[in-house]
């Protein structure tokens, strides 16, 4: 049995520094507090949702009004690219840690399976899904997965999917729904944020796919040095080869920008306050 967890924390207020990338935001914490912060979340019965922005998200901000305003309303922002952080910590600003989706999963997981928090999985194909609960239930026996959907949709032209798949997926007690979609997708989570509570979304992406090794991470030197995003391109051209080589390049200007502005004198960071609670051992509020 495996164990993996994050820092205790009590009553009171945190504060959480936040750097801006144009229309997207990152808050700077580690694995251990963005863990506690989500599973005190879940724990609290209030839902709303996590994103985990990267340069793609960024470019997708910039010609998505829709996906921009994602990010005003999801409670945690997580920094998924590498990029950002080594910009923010070229500027001086306060984000210093890559918390990506892949490396947040598994201590996530183990939270939930310690505090007794169900988890249902959304996307992802159906063998990975049912690999990721074998995997999970062998390493932590506590863990509940409340089930898993595996369906293909447009967001767009079959809205009504996607909301009746976020409410089954609250029916079933989950509280947390790991959302394994593209981008694109995670969107949903703001659109429909009032249907899916008391759980909280997450937008996880691939993190899925690479616990159970559908995916094959990128080495840990390529990850450190912001090159995840050329492993992923030489593993899947077909795919990424666009979102990576073209649709990226309005990124550009925006952290140019920010380049001028901090010599400027802008700051590009504001405190947030999050409230901090104690949930009482095997009793979630509903």
Known sequence: ?????????????????????????????????????????????????????NVDHLAISLRD???????????????????LVLISRLLGLPLRDKVSGSDLFEPLMARCARDGLPVFFLGATSSGC???????????????????DSSIFDLNADPDHALAVLRRARDTGARLIVVCLPPSKQVMLSRFETEYGPAVGIGAGSSLSFYVGEVKRA????????????????????????????????????????????????????????????????????
């Open 1 to 53: 049995m495996k164990t993996i967890e994050g820092t205790t924390t009590g009553f009171g207020k945190r504060d959480l520094a936040v750097v801006d990338f144009g229309p997207i935001h990152a808050h700077a914490v580690s694995i251990g507090e963005a863990v506690d912060i989500i599973a005190e979340r879940a724990a609290s019965g209030e839902g709303g949702f996590v994103l985990t922005p």
């Open 65 to 83: 009004p829709e996906f921009a305003e994602a990010y005003r309303r999801c409670f945690l922002s997580l920094a998924d690219g590498m990029p």
């Open 130 to 148: 049912e690999a990721a609960i074998r995997k999970l239930s062998a390493s932590y026996p506590t863990m509940r997965v409340t089930g898993y």
């Open 219 to 286: 080495p840990r030197w390529m990850s450190r040095s912001g090159l995840e995003w050329l492993h992923r391109l030489l593993q899947e051209p077909r795919r990424l080869w666009r979102r990576y080589l073209l649709e990226a390049t309005p990124v550009l200007p925006v952290l140019a920008r920010m380049v001028l502005g901090r010599l400027a004198g802008r700051t590009y960071q504001h405190v947030c306050r999050l409230p901090r609670r104690e949930v009482q051992e095997g009793r979630l509020p509903r």
